[in-house]
T-cell receptor, first 112, second 118 residues
Framework: NAGVTQTPKFRVLKTGQSMTLLCAQD?????MYWYRQDPGMGLRLIHY???????AKGEVPDGYNVSRLKKQNFLLGLESAAPSQTSVYFC???????????FGQGTRLTVV | AQSVTQLDSHVSVSEGTPVLLRCNYSSSYSPSLFWYVQHPNKGLQLLLKYTSAATLVKGINGFEAEFKKSETSFHLTKPSAHMSDAAEYFC????????????????FGQGTILTVHP
């Protein structure tokens, strides 16, 4: 049982480049989330999804887009990367009973 | 809307002394509350959860938390700190599927860094 898997684990981008982060879960969870973690700011919610085909904005959605075409996958896109998007990104998933949210191991993204 | 406030950004204790990490929440609906721990350069691990059953919740590694609706608090405690408890702790709130515009949203506090001195 792999749980929540994020790819890639590390990436360096140049300003203006685009990329997609993939989150995959194998627990048939309804809810999926993308967070960014910056020192002293906790985890801030970027976008989330309450089911296949749905997405919603979190606290810091600007500069990011998401898609949930399949229940098990949640993609986070950066269309034109900026240095302010340098961060550690975490994906999470949760079942409908919310007994626990499961997290991926994180993606460390550096934009130069 | 929902929010969570961790009242201390840093807490420092001596090994063997009690730990108290404070968390207040705001929610228009009945919340579920969690504490997660993150050790340096590691992922997030669930310590314990409150999901409308017993208000005193016991978790892993000797931690426990008490849900107090009247005080909108969910403080994390441990009777005796161990060096291995040094980490960052996050209080998390959700209203699951019940909560209006917050439906499904999982909101983190800013985190409390726990330092344990020998």
């Amino acid at each position: 049982n792999a749980g929540v898997t994020q790819t890639p684990k590390f990436r360096v981008l140049k300003t203006g480049q685009s990329m997609t982060l993939l989150c995959a879960q194998d627990m048939n969870h309804e809810y999926m989330y993308w967070y960014r973690q910056d020192p002293g700011m906790g985890l801030r919610l970027i976008h989330y999804s309450v089911g296949e085909g749905t997405t919603a904005k979190g606290e810091v959605p600007d500069g990011y887009n998401v898609s949930r075409l399949k229940k098990q996958n949640f993609l986070l896109g950066l269309e034109s990367a900026a240095p302010s998007q340098t961060s550690v990104y975490f994906c999470a998933s949760a079942g409908g009973d919310f007994t626990e949210a499961f997290f991926g191991q994180g993606t460390r993204l550096t934009v130069v | 809307a929902q929010s969570v406030t961790q009242l201390d950004s840093h807490v420092s204790v001596s090994e063997g002394t009690p730990v108290l990490l404070r968390c207040n929440y705001s929610s228009s609906y009945s919340p579920s509350l969690f504490w997660y721990v993150q050790h340096p350069n590691k992922g997030l691990q669930l310590l314990l959860k409150y999901t409308s059953a017993a208000t005193l919740v016991k978790g892993i590694n000797g931690f426990e938390a008490e849900f107090k609706k009247s005080e909108t608090s969910f403080h994390l405690t441990k009777p005796s700190a161990h060096m291995s408890d040094a980490a960052e702790y996050f209080c998390v709130v959700t209203v699951g599927g019940a909560g209006g515009t917050s439906y499904g949203k999982l909101t983190f506090g800013q985190g409390t860094i726990l330092t344990v001195h020998p």
